[in-house]
């Protein structure tokens, strides 16, 4: 494997890590310098000024569940995200749960999605009192497949399958040109999981108004986020939005009389405010991020470590990014075949890293009810065990990224 030439990092890194590993063993080494996988106090630092004076005028209104706070941030996310309706509730999982709820999903039916996710977008169908039917990932993208979604909607478990819950995962937006277009044919609603994807686009639409209704959460490690638990539910529609603030509290459209039983899925004022700041920085803090993903992508092509196939042998595969889309780079995750040894090798250096997922939610304990079994969904399967998320935050400094850079290099060298 003839390797391009390399860049002065890399000998200032690599090289000398090299020459200090065959040093005399005496020889005091170096500290390794920690890189986190994610540091929100230099989020943080220069605007606490600013949302300390947030917190300041919840608690001068003494509004904490709702209200203003809460109703000044809906406002302001529906008008970034140019949808009709945001309706604010206490974390993505539940704004999965009312979005599915409030677009009349229910018991009986079924609805398609990932089996490469977090346990909410499968815990949270089940918790509308429907079935979740699951189809593969593309390897690419690691997103819902629309050739094997509709492999399986033309199956037998395909039957009861009303809804479609793509996911935009690690922040690229899945295919939802080609999932509505088995949607339409089969009259099927569309409802994104869009809960790491603030931002994000397909052809110039914003993730979030791209099917019938969407549920983001701003869970703290996510790209838009709150300072504890919040999640919001975006929507066209009218109707949908109606019901979603109705199943928020409980079913009630007046005081204390339930139509339907919904819950308690309120938004605090606090998390409102906190969200309205930062709301105002997240197209820069998406934009960094993006910058900080490209210089991945150079670095480790400069060290020759980039394998240009789907899956890996002895280097890297690197995100793959789809055209015309705009991916925000919640995470950035790389394949790898030894990617166990390289995490604990990172983690002997101090260097933060991820598995988003280790198990494919087919093969997850809770979920065996569903009827699956290994070997059902292959591309999650191998996805599970290559995967390794790198740390990705916006003021995450180049230095740092070629510190990861160089210690995976020195790994698979
Ligand atoms: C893809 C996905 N869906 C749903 C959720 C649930 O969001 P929350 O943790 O805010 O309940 C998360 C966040 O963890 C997620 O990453």
Not at 221 to 238: E, I, P, R, W, Y
Request: hydrophobic share 45%; glycine share 8%.
């Amino acid at each position: 494997m003839g390797r391009p030439e390399l860049r002065g990092w890399y000998h200032s890194h690599v090289k000398n890590s090299a020459a200090s590993s065959s040093a005399p063993a005496k020889k005091a080494q170096p500290m390794p310098t920690p890189v986190p996988m994610l540091d929100l106090k230099r989020q943080y630092a220069p605007l606490h000024q600013e949302l300390l004076a947030a917190l300041g005028a919840v608690l001068e209104t003494q509004q904490f569940i709702l209200g203003e706070p809460v109703a000044a941030f809906e406002q302001a996310a529906a008008a970034q995200l140019a949808v009709a309706h945001a309706i604010g509730c206490s974390s993505g999982t539940d704004a999965l749960w009312l979005a599915l709820a409030a677009a009349g999903i229910g018991s009986g039916e079924a609805v398609l999605t990932t089996p490469f996710s977090f346990f909410a977008s499968v815990s949270a169908i089940l918790r509308a009192g429907a079935k979740p039917v699951l189809a593969d990932i593309d390897p690419a993208t690691f997103n819902l497949s629309p050739a094997a979604v509709q492999a399986v909607l033309e199956s037998q478990r395909g039957a009861a399958v009303r809804a479609i819950l793509p996911v935009h995962l690690y922040g690229q937006t899945a295919d939802c040109a080609a999932l509505l277009q088995n949607a339409k044919e089969r009259k099927l609603v569309l409802v994104e999981d869009a809960a790491q994807a603030w931002g994000a686009q397909s052809h110039g639409v914003n993730v979030g108004s791209l099917g019938a209704a969407a549920a983001f959460s701003f869970y703290p490690t996510k790209n838009l986020s709150a300072a504890g638990d919040a999640g919001m539910v975006t929507t066209n529609s009218d109707e949908i939005a109606e019901r979603a603030r109705m199943l928020r509290q409980h079913g009630m459209r007046r005081r204390y009389y339930h139509d339907e039983l919904g819950w308690n899925t309120r938004m605090d004022g606090f998390q409102g405010a906190i969200l309205s700041v930062k709301l105002r920085h997240i197209e820069a803090w998406n934009a960094a991020r993006r910058q900080v993903a490209a210089r991945y992508d150079a670095l480790f092509t400069a060290a020759g470590l980039a394998e240009s196939s789907i899956y890996p042998t002895h280097g890297v595969i690197l995100p793959h990014q789809v055209s015309g889309t705009r991916h925000v780079w919640h995470q950035y995750v790389i394949r790898t075949a030894r990617r166990d040894k390289l995490r604990e090798f990172l983690a002997d250096r101090k260097i933060g890293s991820e598995i988003y997922y280790p198990v494919p939610l087919h093969l997850q304990d809770a979920l065996k009810g569903l009827g699956y079994k290994q070997g059902d969904f292959p591309e999650a399967e191998r996805a599970a065990r290559e995967v390794l998320a790198l740390p990705i935050f916006p003021e995450l400094r180049e230095d740092e990224e070629q510190t990861v850079v160089a210690a995976i290099a020195d790994f698979l060298s």
